[in-house]
């Protein structure tokens, strides 16, 4: 722990100075805080997550989650020409269905939020079939590894010659 003693982004007794933080402090002050945000996800019942890799991530941990995601309102206005995919969650996306409810901008009030969210807590009308949604969303991912082959396959297909 003497990386701690010698970090000022890892003293959380206040915020260091500027001046005080040097680059070899930054890597281990974010793996720090994103091993307790891992921590506290994976320790949820459920979760109200933003749209993002933040959702892909929750349900590989297989924590039920209602995504919410605000955006401009002429974001809204443009979804129809420029989004030409039903959902916005990487789950949803991967499935090919809706697998965890999008609560989206003018759909966005907290009501719904609320119902959706104690559909999937313990006892939950949709949690089991959420839990069943993420077992085969890790099939369809493929395990670990899984971005190191998007990766090369993103790579592949722009390597490829187009056959319009």
Same mark, same amino acid.
Do not use: C
């Given at each position: 722990?003497?990386?701690?003693?010698?970090?000022?982004?890892?003293?959380?007794?206040?915020?260091?100075?500027?001046?005080?933080?040097?680059?070899?402090?930054?890597?281990?002050?974010?793996?720090?805080?994103?091993?307790?945000?891992?921590?506290?996800?994976?320790?949820?019942?459920?979760?109200?997550?933003?749209?993002?890799?933040?959702?892909?991530?929750?349900?590989? @941990?297989?924590?039920?989650?209602?995504?919410?995601? &605000?955006? @401009?309102?002429?974001?809204? &206005?443009? &979804?129809?020409?420029?989004?030409?995919?039903?959902?916005?969650? @990487?789950?949803?996306?991967?499935?090919? &269905?809706?697998?965890?409810?999008?609560?989206?901008?003018?759909?966005?009030?907290?009501?719904?939020?609320?119902?959706?969210?104690?559909?999937?807590?313990?006892?939950? +009308?949709?949690?089991?079939?959420?839990?069943?949604?993420?077992?085969?969303?890790?099939?369809?991912?493929?395990?670990?590894?899984?971005?190191?082959?998007?990766?090369?396959?993103?790579?592949?297909?722009?390597?490829?010659? +187009?056959?319009?």
């Amino acid at each position: 722990m003497t990386a701690a003693v010698n970090n000022p982004l890892l003293d959380f007794s206040g915020l260091p100075r500027y001046a005080e933080v040097l680059p070899e402090h930054i890597t281990p002050a974010l793996d720090v805080l994103l091993e307790a945000s891992h921590n506290a996800v994976a320790a949820a019942e459920a979760a109200v997550v933003t749209s993002g890799t933040a959702t892909l991530e929750t349900a590989l @941990l297989g924590i039920p989650e209602v995504v919410v995601y &605000r955006t @401009l309102w002429f974001q809204v &206005r443009l &979804r129809p020409y420029v989004l030409k995919v039903p959902w916005v969650s @990487l789950v949803n996306l991967n499935l090919g &269905r809706e697998a965890v409810a999008e609560v989206i901008q003018s759909d966005l009030d907290t009501t719904r939020a609320e119902r959706e969210l104690r559909a999937i807590v313990a006892g939950g +009308e949709k949690r089991g079939r959420m839990l069943a949604d993420f077992a085969e969303l890790r099939t369809v991912i493929g395990g670990p590894g899984a971005s190191d082959r998007f990766a090369a396959r993103m790579v592949a297909e722009l390597r490829a010659p +187009e056959t319009k």
